[in-house]
């Protein structure tokens, strides 16, 4: 009995053991360990195969190239962005370009993996060998240099200098003029015409999915939505699943034939992923072209997604206005409420820079001092204004919710010209009739440099502008040797209108006489009575001159939101807050502010192609 108890008990442990052996086998710490092996053991074996050849070929550069693109790739991770060869890829191209400096070849290699300074000294050397020795350069070689060239300036936003070598390469090879590229940088030079030829040519025999793909998306853009449609048909002939069904709908929609575009739509909301996305979209159509039992479907499909898919209640507020006897939900009140209390936010956080003024004033006791001042607007009016400028920005953003939104959730949205025009149009017309009202009971005189002559109130601005011109060069110069984007940081100013893009697209959406008008005249006119007269004048009641134009200039300068530009948008403010108070009138800041801007106006549409 006792040996038969022995005996179970042995066996009960021996299976046991078995199954901790069995266990540890199938850990998958040991499989990844031994695939990392694996994957190590064959990157070694095929760097070996590499040396045996180069062994007895060692001056063979093409091979010497494949090895060193090799070692880039091979087990690059492109989640983390890292290459653990990475020191043996520098070693491996620092040999080549010491051994072979004027190689064509190398010359080109050098512009895959290099940037900033480095690459432009690369193109700067093979156009000098190019010069110096035409005959190692043959047509292939030369349009491959003027290709990297050109994606060089067109992906920094240089599309006068893209544009040069583009052509440059398609002198030297005839496809680059039918090229994707060349159409993309054209229609970044507003020549959307030779754009759709160049897409249209059939010249381009490309027939891979992406891009054909992106040709489409291109003529999307363009609104030609026909030529698109013809595109998307032949993907779908190639492979019926790889079409994005929002961009065929978009298509359709272009051309009037909604049903069938919201079947698309539909059809996108039973997948698996990014349901809410789907769910947006096809919310958007219906708002646009569908009747009012559509509309609150998708809408309450859309809401299912969730608190955070309309976290203030402003796609449900698009639908009231287009539909108002829709019933609401009580889940939408919550939203609603947090809507109304971000409009009561706007109001209260002007506080933040106008009550300091206040205390300030009185604490150091400058409001005794300036009693002799009589502003014309005083810090209720200040307060007015700064919610207005809130108000404004927040309303110029929630024509399209999603791209509000997208600001708070990190989640990438491209909002398009035509929003961003749109946005910035309604910005600038906000404050224009804040402008307006805070000139009510204001005597007009108050624009007239009433201290100076008429010869000094135009002539005084432009030389200060000239000098402010020379300092702005001087900066923007320095950044850019840094290595800073100058098209990034050379912005105009506005807050809304803070960069080429916004500029282009109220161009683009609203016509260039538009576009002139309001960054020309329009905006420099409110935002000198709102900076220069409302601000100015009121802080001065509680200030001196000097801090009261210091508040004002930093105001200025922050609703600009460009850290980098800070000090050169302060020294403008500080600059026309000294010729309000010398002048005793807004005229001359509104002269250097209006030449100013029709400056930077002409030069961004000389580099649009205007």
């Excluded at 590499?50 to 989640?79: R, T, W």
């Excluded at 409009?343 to 005794?368: C, D």
Aim: with cysteine; proline share 3%.
């Amino acid at each position: 009995m006792k040996s038969g108890f022995f005996s179970l008990f042995l066996l009960s442990l021996l299976f046991f053991l078995s199954q901790e052996a069995s266990n540890q086998t199938l850990d998958h710490q040991i499989f990844l360990r031994e695939l990392e092996n694996s994957n190590d053991n064959m990157y070694r074996e095929f760097i070996q195969r590499y040396n045996d050849y180069l062994s007895g070929h060692p001056d063979d550069v093409a091979v010497i190239i494949e090895k060193c693109k090799f070692m880039e790739f091979a087990q690059y991770n492109a989640d983390e962005e890292y290459n653990p060869n990475q020191e043996a890829f520098d070693s491996c191209t620092a040999d080549l370009v010491r051994r072979f400096p004027d190689n064509p070849e190398v010359l080109i290699f050098q512009t895959s993996y290099l940037w900033g300074e480095d690459l432009e000294g690369v193109f700067e050397k093979a156009e000098v060998a190019i010069a110096n020795n035409p005959d190692h350069w043959d047509r292939s070689l030369r349009s491959r240099l003027y290709i990297a060239v050109s994606d060089h300036h067109y992906w920094n936003d240089n599309y006068d200098s893209a544009l040069i070598y583009i052509e440059k390469a398609g002198t030297e090879d005839s496809l680059y003029k039918y090229s994707l590229q060349y159409a993309r940088i054209l229609q970044n030079k507003g020549r959307n015409d030779e754009a759709v030829r160049v897409l249209l040519s059939g010249k381009d025999t490309a027939n891979d999915l992406g891009t054909l793909s992106q040709k489409a998306g291109i003529l999307l853009e363009l609104q030609k939505f026909n030529e698109a449609l013809d595109i998307y048909r032949r993907i779908d002939q190639l492979d019926s699943n790889y079409n994005d069904r929002s961009s065929l709908a978009a298509t359709l929609e272009g051309i009037g034939h909604y049903e069938k575009a919201r079947e698309y739509l539909v059809s996108d909301t039973a997948q698996n992923w990014d349901k809410e996305t789907a769910c947006r979209i096809l919310l958007i159509h219906d708002l646009k072209y569908q009747d009012r039992d559509r509309c609150i479907e998708s809408y309450n499909k859309f809401r299912n997604a969730g608190f955070s898919s309309d976290p203030l209640a402003l796609f449900r507020l698009k639908l009231f206005f287009k539909h108002p006897a829709l019933p609401w939900k009580f889940r939408d009140l919550p939203a609603l409420f947090c809507l109304l209390l971000i409009l009561a936010l706007l109001i209260v956080v002007p506080s933040v820079w106008i009550l300091p003024v206040y205390f300030i004033g009185h604490k150091w006791r400058y409001t005794e001092r300036q009693k002799s001042y009589q502003p014309l607007w005083n810090l209720k009016v200040f307060w007015f204004i700064s919610s207005g400028y809130l108000f404004a920005s927040f309303f110029s953003i929630i024509r399209d919710p999603q791209w509000l939104y997208s600001m708070f959730n990190s989640s990438y949205y491209d909002a398009g010209q035509e929003v961003l025009g749109t946005s910035a149009l309604i910005f600038m017309i906000v404050c224009a009739f804040i402008g307006l009202a805070v000139l009510y009971k204001v005597r007009p005189s108050i624009f007239g440099g009433r201290n100076w002559i008429i010869p000094n109130n135009i002539f005084l601005p432009l030389i200060l502008l000239l000098a402010f011109k020379a300092v702005s060069t001087f900066y923007i110069t320095i950044a850019t040797k840094l290595g800073l984007n100058a098209d990034e940081i050379a912005r105009i100013p506005h807050l809304i209108m803070s960069s080429r893009e916004d500029l282009e697209a109220l161009v683009a959406t609203h016509g260039k006489i538009t576009g002139i008008l309001f960054i020309c005249l329009i905006g420099p006119l409110y935002e000198e009575i709102l900076f220069r007269g409302v601000v100015l004048d009121s802080c001065h009641k509680y200030l001196n001159f000097n801090l009261a134009n210091t508040v004002q200039s930093t105001l200025f300068a922050s609703i600009h939101m460009s850290l980098f530009m800070f000090p050169l948008f302060f020294i403008f403010g500080f600059i026309t807050g000294i010729l309000r108070k010398k002048s005793d009138g807004l005229l001359p800041g509104i002269i250097f502010h209006v030449v100013n801007n029709a400056v930077a106006i002409c030069i961004t549409l000389s580099q649009l192609g205007g």
